[in-house]
């Protein structure tokens, strides 16, 4: 019988992660003219912060594709630095 102890060898939460210096935002919503500087009231979207701009895409893609048929529907993927 073998009663060897196994040592944990995770060292991540020794040592942790920087936090990222970026955060990213999904901003947008129904726009009221075709410049897309007017958003129409109450249509306003807003979706983050995001510490990834892979998850920022995912959430921008997934957001856009059930508005498609909405002419005047924008979203955009926002770049923050984070405070501090």
């Known amino acids: 019988m ?46 983050g912060p995001f510490h990834n701009e892979r998850e920022a895409e995912r959430v921008w893609q997934e957001r856009s594709r059930a508005r498609i048929d909405i002419c005047a529907h924008r979203l955009y993927v926002l770049k923050v630095p984070r405070p501090g």
């Open 2 to 47: 073998n009663a060897s102890a196994t040592i944990p060898t995770d060292t991540d939460s020794m040592h942790p992660q920087p936090t990222p210096a970026t955060l990213y935002y999904v901003w947008g919503g129904e726009f009221t003219d075709s410049q897309f500087t007017q958003l129409r009231d109450g249509a306003e979207e807003s979706y």
